[in-house]
């Protein structure tokens, strides 16, 4: 049987692409350094019931499926593999329900983070998981890497927010997990089973997903260090004493200097941490005045609280503004997520600077520094290629040291084709079987996202 005939039977001809060059711009996220293959054609489904047949028609025929949103992705998690279906879910774009009683909103896997944000905020409602990359990335790819944010420290992760889920799965059945109500323990947790799957499971085409009231707008300070160690005491005195500030970012010294030559914040360069800590409460100041003294105990050179909540928001879009400054200093860069305890913050911080200076690179690192998780942003040029090896050594070294220090190797971006070889040594030969007969069961033939994850 013909694959495109065979697609073509069940779906309406704008859904199907079929131009070498056009599925070409498919083959991959934003993990350049990540291997791709070319795709076969690229679906752009609607309908649940068209997702179901290019499902069934992928295992009576053998063609593995590449699930993608956005593909704003790092880790490769979205890359085509030769020969396979990419399945581009941003067509199914629709916010079906918002429901101010129950407090959750139900939405189609292409719908993007921050149009749901700000659709629920006419509710007086507020989702809180926000990606750097909130105004491009889609809640099903957030939901496929387990994507966190700025506001994990107070809110927590996607996974967190996920009540029930729609998933296609590989023989095209339709299955139903989680709830509405804000309780329920019947049965597994199928509903966690798949929020970080990397679409290794099942191919998701509708979220229930539970939301907060909204809060007051928050206000922010700016804290200066002279060292990661008093910037990583600060952090861990400010969360053993009970704070529970919106967000608590770090940025060292080179995040600092990218952000200010790409948009010119004037943000002080000549520190060697920033700390920005944050409150959404309805009076944030003695909470921005316990913290700011706690950083001037903890060593910090300068404490300066923002005025208002739009001087607020230039501070917040600063560190977003993060990883696009970093990428410019160089042709490439790997970007690397490891989490750890908080109290072993300033450690990773210190041994990810020792490692730049080993290899001679340039190592920016941001950080959600309230729940430890860093992302040192390894920048070289590809084609060096002593350079390069350089760059992926110094990657791997971050990793490991993130797991002597108790950490993982990925906080929210996932596994994808980067890490793949690291998620084995993290969960070791017993639970990568039992991953191993999860996939099985889900996919007994293989088909989805084949070659990700492990």
Not at 336 to 352: F, I, K, Y
Request: net charge negative.
């Amino acid at each position: 049987m013909d694959l495109i005939g065979a697609l073509r039977a069940g779906l309406p001809a704008d859904a199907l692409l079929t131009d070498p060059d056009v599925t070409g711009s498919y083959a991959r996220d934003m993990a350049n350094f990540c291997a791709a293959g070319k795709p076969a054609v690229v679906v752009l489904p609607r309908t649940v019931e068209q997702v179901q047949h290019v499902m069934r028609t992928a295992t009576a025929l053998g063609v593995p499926v590449v699930p993608q949103g956005a593909r704003t992705g790092v880790a490769g998690a979205a890359n085509a593999t030769d020969g396979c279906i990419v399945l581009s879910l941003v067509k199914m774009d629709r916010i079906l329900e918002i429901n101010p009683a129950d407090r959750l909103a139900v939405v189609e896997p292409g719908v993007v983070n921050a149009v749901l944000s700000r659709a629920v905020n006419e509710h007086g409602l507020y989702y809180p998981p926000d990606p750097s990359s909130w105004e491009m990335c889609t809640i099903g790819g957030n939901i496929g890497t387990a994507a966190g944010g700025l506001c994990c420290v107070k809110y927590g992760v996607t996974a967190e927010y996920v009540l029930g889920l729609d998933v296609v799965l590989a023989d095209g059945r339709l299955l139903t997990t989680g709830r509405r109500t804000a309780k329920g323990v019947a049965g597994y947790d199928l509903t966690r089973l798949f929020v970080g799957s990397e679409g290794s499971l099942g191919v998701v085409v509708r979220a229930t997903l539970a939301l907060k009231p909204e809060p007051p707008r928050q206000l922010a300070l700016v804290a200066e260090f002279p060292s990661v160690g008093a910037a990583g005491q600060a952090v861990c005195e400010i969360m053993a004493r009970g704070h529970a500030p919106s967000l608590l970012e770090l940025m060292d010294r080179t995040s600092v200097r990218a952000v200010n030559d790409l948009a010119q914040m004037g943000l002080p360069e000549s520190t060697e941490v920033l700390l920005l800590a944050a409150f959404d409460t309805p009076d944030p100041a003695p909470d921005l005045a316990a913290v700011g003294a706690l950083c001037e105990d903890a060593g910090a050179t300068q404490v300066v609280p923002a005025e208002d909540a739009a001087e607020s928001e230039l501070l917040l879009q600063a560190r977003r503004l993060a990883f696009t400054a970093l990428e410019r200093l160089r042709p490439a860069m790997l970007i690397d997520d490891v989490c750890v305890p908080r109290s072993q913050l300033a450690a990773m911080l210190e041994g990810t600077t020792a490692i730049a200076d080993k290899y001679g690179l340039t190592i920016g690192v941001c950080a959600h520094a309230g729940d430890g998780n860093t992302h040192p942003l390894v920048c070289f040029d590809p084609a060096d290629p002593d350079e390069e090896r350089r760059a992926h050594t110094s990657f791997d070294e971050i990793m490991a040291l993130g797991l002597s220090l108790g950490g993982t190797i990925t906080g929210e971006h996932g596994v994808g084709l980067l890490k793949k070889d690291w998620l084995a040594r993290e969960l070791g030969p017993v639970a990568l079987e039992l991953h191993r007969n999860i996939k099985q069961v889900f996919d007994p033939r293989g088909i989805l996202n084949p070659g990700k994850l492990f």
